[in-house]
């Protein structure tokens, strides 16, 4: 070129042989370009063709080669922490950096999935995996497992071993369990409700827990001795 050392006029760039977007003035003799929508994984050639104004001499640049590689991407996978059998199906969380989808599959024990929604079936140690198998921007990720148990619920019923006649049987209807579900109460004769008012004899109780779980009713069933209520004569 002649004349001034900062060139003008504009640049046209070019990716694998074809003109994107529009010609780049210059500035202080530089032109800057930014491919749209970024550059594809694999080979990728990028030249220059130089439009001038003025005095200068148009000129097209040598190609340049750019290599892309494939992204990593990892897997956020939190711990499911131990359940018990008889909870609802559960919806597992795990995310990719890349925000593609995370697919999962029963490594071993008692459960199945379905898309995201995890069933338990049965008690015991149960292994998910979470996968993600990566496209042509990202490499597949590495697995991520969580191990957790699964543990039969159990019912829990202490009452007194004894109540003084004219008690309610409310006052000892506190069984519980872990998990969602109704008391069922009764003795020998059939069920018991919150009013019920017991003899006095030797009665065996028994509680009964819905629903069941794997095939098994939870139930505890105590003894309870009611004795004569006091006689207070004024």
């Given amino acids: 070129t002649t004349g001034s050392s900062t060139p003008t006029g504009s640049v046209q760039f070019y990716v ?9 003035a210059l500035v202080s003799g ?11 994984v694999g080979t990728t050639t990028i030249s220059a063709v130089y439009t001038p104004t003025g005095v200068y001499t148009a000129s097209t640049s040598n190609a340049v080669t750019q290599v892309v590689n494939q992204a990593p991407q990892t897997i956020n996978f939190p711990p499911i922490g131990n359940q018990y059998l008889g909870v609802a199906p559960i919806t597992l969380s795990a995310t990719a950096n890349s925000g593609l989808a995370v697919s999962y599959t029963v490594s071993s024990g008692p459960a199945t999935i379905s898309g995201k929604t995890l069933t338990l079936t049965g008690t015991g140690s149960v292994t998910i995996l979470a996968n993600q198998s990566g496209n042509t921007d990202y490499l597949a990720a590495p697995t991520v ?5 699964v543990i039969q619920p159990t019912l829990t019923w202490t009452p007194p071993t004894s109540m003084v006649y004219g008690t309610t049987f409310g006052t000892v209807m506190t069984a519980s369990a872990p998990v969602p579900g109704t008391f069922v109460y009764s003795d020998d004769a059939g069920p018991l409700n919150n009013t019920t008012v017991l003899g006095v004899a030797v009665y065996q109780l028994t509680v009964l827990f819905n629903p069941t779980y794997a095939g098994r009713q939870l139930k505890a069933g105590p003894r309870l001795y009611v004795t004569p209520a006091t006689l207070t004569v004024t």
């Fill in 16 to 24: 694998n042989g074809v003109a994107k977007g529009s010609a780049v």
């Fill in 30 to 40: 530089q032109a800057d370009f930014a491919v749209p929508g970024g550059l594809a």
């Fill in 145 to 149: 497992s969580q191990t957790f148990s």
